[in-house]
Every structure is written in structure tokens, then in C-alpha cells.
């Protein structure tokens, strides 16, 4: 197991900087994930953590130890790409145990380890098969494998569901999931896909332009952001940004209308308000914050998404619990849950109520 540490560490290409003032402490054991949009820097940071890509400036440590110049081989950690890499003249066992053959280690090591991964993966009654064989969550399963057998003090995984189909990016990630809970591992998570994020990582790391905008628990992402770029980051459907002007005991909308939303603390004037889709509701027109009408309902079974347009507002989705009897063109009166609104500055952070 590793505690690892990354102090003020930057990355450039010549000229061009790419990440700058990356600090972080992840703790021996712990399953961080590292979210944001293609181009933000997290393969990057992955790259660097694992020794592919050197690091321009700061420090990289583990246990202590400063890491910055030792190589991949060195720094005791087992990567798994987005793409299986697997050997295709090699069955299952031998792609398994092939960094152990190639360290020398003795058979009798490579077998038992190889079996006991194999055990933890359910890849027992493959092991003599060839990755032709294998289907798609079978030969990541192998990809899993091959770290877990060379025992190492982090995992790193560099977006290694992106590859597979919906249903089998949910059995998979079941998978790590349990694979955590059994090593208590210390593992390091790449993915664009926040709902990986949210279902599998203690914290999240939010990248954006080679910056963190914020790191914690889902929970506190979910309902704490500390900007518009990780509220919108976070949660799906995208959470709605209304436009509005700082008024007495609230906000105005554009359409006129006052919300109590509470007056925001410090200098900075509430600029979007922003509020999830299952934080809004369909009701009768006398409850109502706004009213508008449905140019879109997407019938989910378990949810209906309703995009509605009100007039001075413009676009807001909300989403309803459930079958919701509505079609296009239907009459939309909707109130929001002000609790669980947030009030952001026109800088873009959150504001404190």
C-alpha cells in the first residue's frame, strides 16, 4: 500500500503549460478518482503519477520517498490502459503472469498468484483460453489480473471502461468496486464519465484546463460545489443556470420574478442561480415559481425529463420521479426546491447563503 503525495507539480511541453500548482495527498488505502472533460490534464496527471511522462516541476512522493526521477519499473505501481493490451499468442494465465516471468520469479510463484487472481476476477475455467476468445469485460478482467498479480503498492487505471457497452461498464465497475473493498488497495481512477466517479470513488478530483477546481467525497460535489464548472460537472441530467439580479432577501429572474433564495455573504453580487432537475417539480399553477410550456418529454420508465421553456427564463429541465402523463406542448407550471439551490457569482464561484 502507498500514501502518495503531489506537491505544486506542473507539467509543460516546451513552452506551453499544461498543468500548473497540482497539489493533492491521496492516503494509503484510498480509491481517488480523477474526472473532467477530454483535454483537462487526468491521463496526464496518471501518466506522471506512474512514470510515463516527466514531471516539469514540484514533487511527486510516495511514502515519504521523492519519486520525480525513479522510472515506471521502480516506483511499485500497476497500470491498467483503456485499451486490454494483451498478448494474443499468450492464453489467460501467461498474460497474467508475464511481468512475473519476465522478473524471474519462480513457477511455482507465477502459478499461485495467477490462480489466486484469477479466483478474485472469476477467470478460473478461462485461464487456458486466448484473448480471441474472451469477450470484451472477460479480457479486461485479464487486464485486472495482470496488475493484481504483481502485488503492487497503487493501481492506476487510465479510463479502462471506455471501451465496453453500457451493461458492461455496470458489471465492471461492480467489479472494481469489489476489487477495492478485497485489496484495500490504494487506487488512482482516470474517467470522463462522472457517473463512474460518483458510484466507485471515495474522493473525486475535478480537472479543468490543467487546474483542480475541486476535490471530496461525491456527496460534497453533489451538494457542495464550489463553482459553476463542477455543478455542472456533477450530477446527470446537468444541473440548470438561470440568469438572475441580486434583489432583497434574493434573486430576480429574468421574467421579473423574486426568489427567496436567502441574501449571499461577502461583496459579490449573485449573478446565475443554479438548481438540479430533480430539484424542481411539476405543480399546480398557484404553487408555482415559473410557468412555461413542454418542447421536449423523454419517457425513461424509472424518470421523465421534461424541457420546458419559460418565457423570460428560457430552457430549464426537469426531471419527475417516474411515468409523468405529459406531451409536447402541454402547459408546465414548475416550483423549485430553494433549499438546494445554489447562487453563483459572475466569476463563476459558489456564493454562501
Known amino acids: 500500500m502507498a500514501r502518495i503525495e503531489l506537491s505544486n507539480i506542473a507539467k509543460a511541453y516546451g513552452s506551453v503549460e499544461v498543468m500548473r500548482d497540482i497539489n493533492l495527498t491521496i492516503e494509503d488505502g484510498e480509491f481517488i478518482v480523477l ?6 490534464g ?24 521523492r519519486m520525480n526521477e525513479i522510472p515506471p519499473r521502480d516506483r511499485d505501481m500497476a497500470m491498467v490502459f483503456q485499451s486490454y493490451a494483451l498478448y494474443p499468442h ?6 497474467m503472469g508475464f511481468s512475473l516471468e519476465i522478473r524471474k520469479a519462480q513457477k511455482e510463484e507465477r502459478t499461485s498468484k495467477v490462480a ?9 475455467s478461462l485461464t487456458e483460453r486466448l484473448p480471441r476468445a474472451l469477450s470484451g469485460g472477460q479480457r479486461q478482467r485479464v487486464a485486472m489480473g495482470r496488475a493484481i498479480v ?13 471501451n465496453l457497452d453500457a451493461a458492461l461498464r455496470v458489471e465492471m465497475r461492480l467489479e472494481i468496486a469489489r476489487l477495492h473493498q478485497r485489496l484495500n488497495a490504494t487506487m488512482i481512477y482516470v474517467t470522463h464519465d462522472q457517473v463512474e466517479a460518483l458510484t466507485l470513488a471515495d474522493r473525486i478530483v475535478v480537472l479543468n484546463a490543467g487546474d483542480i477546481q475541486q476535490v471530496g467525497t461525491p456527496l460534497d460535489l453533489y451538494e457542495r460545489p464550489s463553482n459553476k464548472f463542477v455543478a455542472q460537472f456533477i450530477g446527470s441530467p446537468t444541473m440548470n443556470i438561470l440568469s438572475v439580479d441580486q434583489a432583497e432577501g434574493g434573486v430576480r429572474l429574468k421574467d421579473g420574478t423574486v426568489l427567496k433564495t436567502g441574501t449571499a455573504s461577502g461583496q459579490k453580487q449573485a449573478h446565475e442561480l443554479g438548481v438540479r432537475p430533480e430539484h424542481l417539480d411539476i405543480v399546480p399553477e398557484e404553487n408555482a415559481h415559473m410557468s412555461g410550456f413542454a418542447e421536449l418529454v423523454e419517457h425513461l420508465g424509472s424518470d421523465t425529463n421534461v424541457h420546458a421553456n419559460v418565457p423570460g427564463v428560457g430552457q430549464v429541465l426537469v426531471r419527475q420521479h417516474g411515468h409523468f402523463p405529459l406531451s409536447v406542448g402541454d402547459p408546465v407550471n414548475i416550483a423549485l426546491d430553494l433549499e438546494k439551490a445554489h447562487l453563483f457569482s459572475s466569476d463563476g464561484v459558489r456564493l454562501a447563503a
Open 90 to 95: 499468450m492464453d489467460v494465465a501467461r498474460n
Open 42 to 65: 487526468k491521463s496526464t496527471l496518471l501518466r506522471m503519477i506512474a512514470g510515463l511522462e516527466p514531471i516539469t516541476g514540484g514533487d511527486f512522493m510516495i511514502d515519504g520517498t
Open 35 to 40: 474526472v473532467g472533460p477530454s483535454g483537462c
Open 116 to 124: 489466486e487472481a484469477a479466483r478474485t476476477l472469476g477467470l478460473t
Open 150 to 162: 504483481r502485488d503492487p503498492s497503487a493501481f492506476l487505471f487510465d479510463e479502462p471502461l471506455s
